[in-house]
């Protein structure tokens, strides 16, 4: 019979004396190099350019609005001014409420569609089997959502306007079309929203997990199913953020309107466009700070409803 060999254990540690000498069984923390701490205590140095560009493209401009809105100017050499609030009230009473509604209507109506339309073509482009359709259709949608202004305002003219190839050859207007109206404008800004919708909502796309299909699937789930109570409620956020980069587009859009339907559609974009040129009255740049401080307020409400969804989704879809 084998027994075991007993284990021998290590000797201790000597001194240079020849002692042992005792260690210390619970490892003491390394410090951290003071370089590093030092490196990480001013890393906050590298967001200093950001910051300052911000202050200058953005806090600057704003803090100039704001004081401009409310402020009506006495001296013309001078440029003193004194504190009032009738620019703000003019900016939300006739012809500029109605500009400002119709603004409102015209981007959430084509963010809508725009979401609507580039979504299924997002979802169809990545299950598609062909890599080359994939890159394709990506790199046109990069390219076409920042096709806008004046070309886009001549391409549109040149093709569905009145005397246009596509009006021309189907009849439109004799069933009622005319792109210099709210409808036509819808149309024109959904060429350059429907493909930034697409390029929006990809990235949201590939971040869902085939194991949650597959576990929709092991419990007798449909397509429609997993769709309206698996993929749209993690994803709503992300369409919800997808809409309002939509929104904003087609909120501060103004070279292809004014291109196109020019006071036709009133539009708050166009409205700025005329106190700053004085083309109705003179003397109302600070009528247009008023209006574009509008603009601010409904950009920040929409702003306000979008962030707290997005944090929701970051933590489904990270």
Same mark, same amino acid.
């Given at each position: 019979?084998?027994?075991?060999p007993?284990?021998?254990?290590?000797?201790?540690?000597?001194?240079?004396?020849? *002692?042992?000498?005792?260690?210390?069984?619970?490892a003491?923390?390394?410090?951290?190099?003071?370089?590093?701490?030092?490196?990480?205590?001013?890393?906050?140095?590298?967001?200093?350019?950001?910051?300052? #560009?911000? $202050?200058?493209?953005?806090?600057?401009?704003?803090?100039?609005?704001?004081t401009?809105? #409310?402020?009506?100017s006495?001296d013309?050499?001078?440029?003193?001014?004194?504190?009032?609030?009738?620019?703000?009230?003019?900016?939300v009473?006739g012809?500029?409420?109605?500009?400002?509604?119709?603004?409102?209507?015209?981007?959430?109506?084509?963010?809508?569609?725009?979401?609507?339309?580039?979504?299924?073509?997002?979802?169809?482009?990545?299950?598609?089997?062909f890599? !080359?359709?994939r890159?394709?259709v $990506?790199?046109?949608?990069g390219?076409?959502?920042?096709?806008?202004g004046?070309?886009?305002?001549?391409?549109?003219?040149?093709?569905?306007?009145?005397a246009?190839?596509?009006?021309k050859?189907?009849?439109?207007?004799?069933?009622g079309?005319?792109?210099?109206? #709210?409808?036509?404008?819808?149309?024109?800004?959904?060429?350059?929203? !429907?493909?930034?919708?697409?390029?929006?909502?990809?990235?949201?796309?590939?971040?869902?997990?085939?194991?949650?299909?597959?576990?929709?699937q092991?419990?007798?789930?449909t397509?429609?199913?997993?769709?309206?109570? !698996?993929?749209?409620?993690?994803? #709503?956020?992300?369409?919800?953020? *997808?809409?309002?980069?939509?929104?904003?587009?087609?909120?501060?859009?103004?070279?292809?309107?004014?291109?196109?339907?020019?006071?036709?559609?009133?539009?708050?974009?166009?409205?700025?466009?005329?106190?700053?040129?004085?083309?109705?009255?003179t003397?109302?740049g600070?009528?247009?700070?008023?209006?574009?401080?509008?603009?601010i307020?409904?950009?920040?409400?929409?702003?306000?409803?979008?962030?707290?969804?997005?944090?929701?989704?970051a933590?489904w879809l990270s």
């Amino acid at each position: 019979m084998t027994t075991a060999p007993t284990p021998v254990p290590a000797p201790a540690a000597a001194d240079l004396s020849g *002692g042992p000498v005792a260690t210390d069984t619970a490892a003491s923390p390394t410090p951290k190099p003071a370089g590093r701490r030092l490196l990480r205590g001013k890393s906050w140095l590298a967001t200093v350019p950001l910051l300052v #560009f911000f $202050l200058i493209g953005f806090g600057l401009p704003a803090v100039a609005i704001v004081t401009g809105a #409310f402020t009506v100017s006495n001296d013309a050499e001078t440029g003193a001014g004194t504190f009032t609030t009738a620019n703000v009230t003019d900016s939300v009473q006739g012809a500029y409420w109605t500009a400002l509604v119709s603004s409102v209507k015209l981007s959430a109506l084509t963010a809508l569609l725009g979401t609507a339309i580039g979504v299924p073509i997002a979802q169809a482009v990545l299950t598609s089997r062909f890599r !080359v359709l994939r890159e394709a259709v $990506l790199t046109a949608s990069g390219v076409l959502a920042n096709f806008g202004g004046l070309p886009l305002a001549f391409a549109f003219v040149a093709t569905l306007g009145n005397a246009g190839e596509l009006t021309k050859m189907f009849h439109l207007t004799d069933h009622g079309w005319s792109l210099y109206s #709210f409808t036509g404008l819808t149309v024109a800004y959904l060429y350059f929203l !429907v493909p930034l919708m697409v390029l929006t909502i990809t990235p949201a796309l590939e971040g869902l997990r085939v194991q949650w299909r597959e576990a929709a699937q092991n419990n007798r789930a449909t397509g429609l199913q997993y769709w309206r109570h !698996v993929a749209l409620p993690i994803l #709503f956020p992300s369409l919800l953020g *997808g809409f309002v980069l939509l929104f904003g587009s087609a909120f501060a859009a103004y070279a292809t309107a004014a291109a196109m339907v020019g006071a036709t559609v009133p539009l708050i974009s166009r409205q700025i466009a005329d106190a700053l040129s004085g083309n109705v009255l003179t003397g109302q740049g600070n009528l247009a700070l008023a209006l574009s401080l509008d603009m601010i307020i409904v950009a920040v409400l929409v702003m306000a409803v979008y962030l707290p969804l997005q944090r929701r989704s970051a933590r489904w879809l990270s």
